[in-house]
């Protein structure tokens, strides 16, 4: 190992003496307490030194890696010598002016400051004691003198941090008002401003109990659902469209219903986790954990034409390692992709290891045709209800076949005797759909286009249809008046011509009961309508192209390509990709007749035919007996109506078991360098291994893993994220990151605390909720002494809370539902509220128009709202929603003159001021003064001061004359929105005072929680 050269001890002890003296300088509490590794040193030497001496040993400069202590302590190498810092290499080269010596070196572009060189300094010659890094340690629970139970944790956040203020010196805030508290508590718990009623109840409320009852019943509002699915959304990326290329519309909307129930039925988070990550491994998985496995599918995906597959199996592969890693870990481990993490002990090997617990999904690398299979469909409660009706009514009538058929047995001889004499009337019936024309009545969809005998190969009259394009294309007819009902011997026909110069790849026929699922292709799998590695009936492989230059028919049976008996074919597509071909006549061949077979066992007399010639003489005769064909047409219409009524329901995303593909370790992250180690599924190294036996550990085993007793990181990362939500930061600062560039907890041993009484509350989310919101430390007020902000300004004491914007489906929610407008439907598909004209301009394959809905559904909550990722709605990118295409933990904080111009002009806002409006004249009072008291004590809980009643007074009456001498204006203003407009008020006073909701709804207080 290379030695370090210990020399310029002058310059050091004069370096080292300015050190103290800056020392002197800095808080004196701060300099009187010992240091420790983890929480004054770790964050140093992660942030300025790791990256060329920490854990990635591939890059390691000089042979010496700080973040082992034996290798940097050793004697023989002089960097770090315990108790002397005089001695130390380390010391010598942070305080060298030299470039070619000093570190961190210039080239680095980081440099540490005076106080961070001192802590090094105070580090060693303290004896340069290491600490195993605080989150990979296992948890603690609170040793205290106190008479606290450990069981209690309202108690022990109180007791812990008040224990460090007193400590610290410093005086926390007051207890917040009533008012405050209750719009503290409805905003973290709903993510909704109190009504007034609601507020004035409280306040009047003096039972002991009062405060303990409100928090109880916001955590049992189907609000709080919402609310958490907002935070638990951003951190899975979910979203209503793919992401990538085209950005097109995925439907995945059941996993957030999925997700608002979890919350509000306080699902356990251990089986939370294990649903999201395994659902569909579990015994007999419901449908809620099917659609639970989807969390696994919710990774951005392409149906770009020119993709790589196995790229973008790669890129999706090292998407779901990120996310898996920090939504339940709190980790980074996407940066040991390419390398070695440069800052936490995970390595390349872990990646790739972790990652394939993945490998067994049934997934794609390029997807098409909008979908993203697996998929299924999850129908609504009131959809499950109207099935099950459908179901019984189907078994009834399938209860009345057998008996049906012993009455027709009896009546058989007879028959028989009957049919004798025709049992050789045999022909094939040809029915002809298209010739020269569509000869149905059906809907015709694609270019048709028609090319007489003269100037192309026509197979059957005057013309056939041609076709030609360089990729992917069809024509078809649909939703024919007069659907052909399917028999068991139905073929499909279709003539085709291939051009010799100019072939097609692929060419493919398509059938349509009900949907697209029907298809036979011929060629090479560059049709990816229902493609899949084997052949089945949604893609029936039918061998090699036919022979060019000639005309060829192309027969699909009913039975290969899954049409049943007695469905109803109402539509017939003719898709090809490249090449040119003329498709002519077209249409279906029936058997008519007797049966080849039924016709042989009856020429057989009675006593001598076998059981299986009996069997094939009475199944023919009941299936076509009158009363049998009616029996059966009643089932099979019922099963048509279900079968429409169930795929009413939206489909998701899910996940599928398959044989797990080969993962290796790639190099570089190269997707194309084979020549990594394979790898099985393994947790992070250092973090332990599974024990599975033989068998191959399983995404149900990393669940089971993820939620141990003994995991570090599972329990610590929820509880963090769960307080942030209620303080605005977490104990842990970094609620993203946990490893060394993420920040040392300010109560380390407080957030063990809480994170094991998760765990033995039996993961109950609700239940660490309530215990810290009912804390003193949760009810302190917002407002700051100037010591306070001076002396903690990022509030890691929690001496007060937190104040901050409200999420941006908050800042719509509570405009609506101020205004009265809000409609609260729990759940269902995404909606689109007002956007502006144009926005999706640069939105291609396919182009497409924005639509905003009509009804209740332009009045959801923002939790609703389509979540396109390249073009996210203005409103929500305004006010710092993420596009959730990577995990987001902690959204971004931002106060711009653009939210203040969005609240102002945004279609939802100035229709729900009017509606407000409205309200404030029907409601408010007779009086200009006593409606603004009611306008701003409804919005923000407080009564109206003069200085805020003058100048809203100010901008009722300038509106009020402006708009009686602009009439015009004033009905232009209060026409936004779909909400009908009252005729009964006066135009411009309406407007003014719209006006005046307008900027209520903008106020910094509207939309604050504090």
Not at 278 to 305: C, F, H, I, K, M
Not at 309 to 328: C, G, H, P, T
Not at 361 to 370: F, I, M, N, P, S
Not at 378 to 397: K, S
Request: proline letters at 5%; aromatic letters at 8%.
């Amino acid at each position: 190992m290379h030695r370090f050269q210990i020399a310029a001890l002058r310059v050091l002890a004069a370096s080292v003496s300015v050190a103290l003296g800056f020392v002197a300088a800095t808080d004196s509490h701060a300099a009187d307490r010992p240091i420790r590794f983890n929480r004054d040193v770790r964050s140093i030497l992660s942030d300025k030194c790791f990256a060329c001496h920490g854990p990635d040993a591939q890059t390691v400069e000089g042979g010496l890696r700080l973040d082992l202590p034996d290798e940097a302590t050793d004697a023989s190498t002089g960097a770090i010598v315990p108790g002397s810092p005089d001695e130390s290499e380390v010391i010598r080269r942070i305080f060298s002016t030299d470039d070619d010596e000093v570190m961190p070196p210039p080239s680095s572009h980081k440099s540490l400051t005076d106080a961070e060189r001192d802590v090094l300094v105070r580090w060693i010659a303290e004896g340069a004691s290491y600490e195993a890094h605080w989150a990979y340690e296992p948890m603690h629970r609170i040793e205290s003198a106190e008479p606290v139970a450990p069981s209690n944790a309202t108690q022990l956040i109180d007791h812990k941090i008040a224990a460090r203020l007193a400590d610290e010196g410093v005086e926390p805030t007051g207890q917040a008002d009533r008012v405050t508290l209750i719009r503290r508590l409805s905003y973290d718990l709903t993510g909704m401003p109190p009504t007034a009623e609601e507020v004035q109840a409280f306040v009047n409320d003096e039972s002991t109990d009062a405060y303990a009852d409100l928090v109880d019943r916001l955590l049992n509002s189907p609000r709080f659902g919402e609310r958490m699915a907002i935070y638990w959304l951003d951190l899975v990326r979910y979203a209503d469209t793919v992401g990538y290329h085209g950005d097109q519309n995925v439907s995945q909307s059941p996993y957030r219903d999925y997700v608002i129930n979890a919350f509000n039925d306080n699902m356990p988070y251990d089986r939370f986790v294990r649903e999201q990550l395994a659902g569909d491994l579990l015994p007999e998985a419901t449908l809620d954990q099917q659609v639970a496995s989807g969390y696994n599918r919710l990774n951005q995906t392409t149906e770009e034409g020119g993709s790589q597959a196995k790229e973008y199996l790669a890129i999706y592969f090292a998407d779901r390692v990120r996310n898996v890693s920090q939504v339940f870990m709190g980790a980074t481990m996407g940066c040991a992709q390419c390398h070695d993490h440069k800052y936490d002990p995970y390595t390349t090997r872990d990646f790739y290891s972790l990652g394939a617990f993945f490998a067994d999904l049934d997934e794609r690398g390029v997807y098409g045709a909008r979908s993203r299979p697996p998929m299924i469909r999850v129908p609504g409660e009131r959809l499950q209800t109207e099935l099950a009706e459908m179901d019984r009514q189907i078994g009834a009538l399938r209860a009345e076949i057998e008996p049906l058929r012993q009455s027709l047995i009896a009546a058989q001889d007879q028959w028989e005797a009957d049919v004798i004499d025709r049992i050789d009337d045999q022909q094939e019936i040809e029915t002809i759909w298209i010739d020269d024309a569509l000869s149905m009545e059906a809907n015709q969809s694609g270019e048709w286009r028609f090319v007489a005998q003269d100037d192309a190969p026509v197979h059957r009259g005057a013309t056939s249809r041609k076709q030609q394009s360089e990729g992917l294309t069809q024509h078809l007819f649909d939703d024919a008046k007069q659907p052909f009902g399917v028999t068991k011997d139905a073929r499909f026909f279709c003539w085709v011509y291939l051009d010799p110069k100019d072939p097609p790849s692929a060419i493919m026929l398509q059938f349509n009961d009900g949907d697209w699922t029907h298809r036979k292709v011929w060629g090479s799998d560059d049709i990816t309508y229902g493609r899949q590695k084997e052949s089945y009936a949604g893609y029936r492989r039918g061998g090699v192209l036919p022979a060019t230059g000639q005309w060829v028919r192309l027969e699909a049976t009913a039975e290969e390509v899954g049409l049943a008996a007695g469905a109803k074919v109402k539509g017939m597509a003719f898709t090809q990709f490249g090449g040119m071909v003329h498709w002519d006549d077209c249409g279906v061949i029936t058997a008519g007749g007797i049966p080849t077979d039924v016709a042989e066992a009856l020429r057989v007399d009675q006593d001598q035919r076998s059981d299986q010639q009996r069997r094939t003489i009475t199944d023919y005769y009941i299936a076509e007996s009158e009363e049998m064909v009616s029996l059966q047409n009643q089932i099979r219409e019922l099963e048509t109506r279900r079968k429409a009524k169930y795929e009413t329901a939206p489909e998701t995303v899910v996940s599928r078991s398959v044989t797990p593909r080969t993962i290796r370790v790639l190099p570089r992250g190269n997707w194309m360098d084979d020549s990594g180690d394979v790898v099985s599924p393994a947790i992070p190294a250092f973090l332990g291994t599974l024990d599975t036996g033989d068998a191959r550990p399983t995404r149900l085993d990393l669940a089971n893993w993820l939620c141990r007793e003994d995991n570090p990181l599972t329990a610590r990362t929820m509880v963090n994220r769960l307080w942030s939500l209620l303080f605005g930061r977490g104990i842990c600062a970094s609620v993203d990151d946990f490893g060394g560039q993420g920040t040392y907890p300010s109560y380390p041993d407080l957030l063990d605390a809480l994170a094991i009484d998760f765990i033995q509350s039996g993961w109950d989310v609700k239940h660490v909720m309530r215990s810290i919101a009912m804390s003193q430390a949760y009810r302190r007020s917002s407002t700051p002494t100037t010591e306070l902000a001076q002396r903690d300004p990022y509030n890691d004491l929690f001496a007060r809370q937190g104040r901050f914007t409200v999420d941006a489906e908050v800042v719509r929610d509570g405009a609506l539902a101020i205004s009265g407008l809000l409609v609260e439907t729990i759940g269902g598909p995404s909606v689109r509220p007002y956007q502006p004209a144009g926005y999706y301009a640069q939105l291609n394959f396919p182009r497409r128009t924005y639509v905003a809905d009509g009804g209740s559904n332009q009045y959801r909550r923002g939790l609703y709202t389509h979540w396109q990722r390249t073009f996210l709605h203005p409103m929500l990118k305004a006010f710092d929603a993420p596009s959730r295409e990577e995990c987001t933990a902690k959204r971004s904080r931002s106060n711009t003159p653009l939210q203040a111009l969005v609240l102002l002009n945004d279609p939802t806002f100035v229709e729900a001021a009017r509606v407000y409006a409205e309200r404030i004249m029907r409601e408010g009072g007779q009086d200009v003064d006593q409606r603004l008291q009611w306008a701003y004590q409804n919005a923000v809980s407080r009564p109206v001061t003069a200085q805020i009643a003058d100048p809203l007074r100010a901008v009722f009456q300038n509106h009020l004359e402006h708009y009686q001498s602009n009439v015009d204006e004033a009905g232009k203003l209060i026409a936004h929105g779909e909400a009908p407009v009252p005729s009964d008020l006066d135009v411009a006073e309406l407007a003014a005072w719209t006006s005046v909701a307008r900027v209520i709804l903008n106020l910094h207080e509207t939309i604050t929680r504090y």
